[in-house]
């Protein structure tokens, strides 16, 4: 067996590795878009470095675009196989590559109007809703542990590695000519205390390892506590300011954190009474979908169903989807807390509230996870005075805070801790991917200085015999 890294080798984005059978038979593990890569970005996704219709079967890690998103693309031009992930990765995929196309339609949208004026021709989409549905189609889930044969030499099981609901490490066993080999496929590697999902779980022994290497050279900052910063910051901002407390955050994971904690206070008895407001159709989407996979949580959490059957949703909770009663938001004078999308504040409805809020200083805006740098988030966290909001500058009066604590990635310590089910002496290779290069050079280190032997850098297009 061979493998190929053709995606997320220079980058963290855009996660895609082929393995080809001795026989010729090629399987691709992830599919990502690339994103966040400027111009260059809408070429990388539409060279996808395979023949679509060459593969016969895709094995998806989890859920979030960077590693699910250009499956649509894969299908739209010729791939007629199977798309396997665990049941919670099929449900998620089917809010989010639906939500993917309708990015990239309004986004072409958006284009073309610009183009035409200028006498351009337009261009077409990515890939448009139809094409997702049309890849969802291909979707079989596979539970956890349950061993699936792809071919006659190749099969695989998912381990949950607790990054995000569905998220698993897809653990291959190949047996070419009486010879069997077991490769593991991390995906992305979530931390040992999570609030709601499992710690990534031990794996079976491998001889070689593809490894996410996001967070590889930085260890996260000690987690503060989050519920009491989250009390804190309510009862300053809306009880004794009476103002408004904002919250960007992502859809999926980060929003139902939040709601989580909000829960727990409030069956403490802790939270005060107040209006708390999800404000996102994807948000409520995804939502139903943790609530249809508990078998994702810890046990913390699976033990606390008893009493409180729904985590994400209790008294003075409101789920907004439809627009008008999102824009009625704005008319509501009385303390209240509000958690939008995007999480990076520069998309979605999150930006109304913010340009309706930031000038208030009795208002405070909570960035709860990591914003790219150029987002309205990050120049938010950065301290800057004034920002851009759908072309205006808006004062930023209001304060901001953070709680960084809830990181969905493994740090280099959690990354260490992932692998230490592992013989290290069993091991033949380690290969990095899924990070930056500094990221990638200090876990490199990192391992080597553990014991780790052979740990490889690949580059975009290599190739390696797995023997
Ligand atoms: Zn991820």
Redesign the pocket.
Known sequence: MKIKFIGATETVTGSKHLLLTEKGKQFLLDCGLYQGLGKETDSLNRHLGVNPSHIEAVVL????I??SGNLPFLVKNGFMGKIYCTPATYDACEILLLDSAHIHESDIRYINKRRLKKGFDPLKPLYTSKDAEECLKRFRPIPYHHEFHLCDELSFHFTDVG??IG?AAINITSNEENKILKLCFS??VGRYNDLILNAPEPFPQADYIVCESTYGNSIHENPENSELKLLNLIIKTCIEKKGKLIVPAFSLGRTQEIVYLLNVLKNKNLLPKMKVFVDSPLSFKATQVMRKHPECFNETLKASLHQDPDPFDFEDLKYIEDVEDSKFLNEIQEPCMIISASGMGDAGRIKHHLSNTIGNPNNTVLIAGYCSPGTLGADLLAGHKQVHIFGEVFEVKAEVEAIQSLS??ADSSDLLRFLSCQNKEKIKKIFLVHGEAESKLGYRSLLIQHGYREVIIPEKGESFLLS
Do not use: L, Q, Y
Request: proline fraction near 0%; charge should be negative.
């Open positions: 890690s989890h859920a979030h960077d590693h990054h995000i998220s995906g992305d969905a990635h």
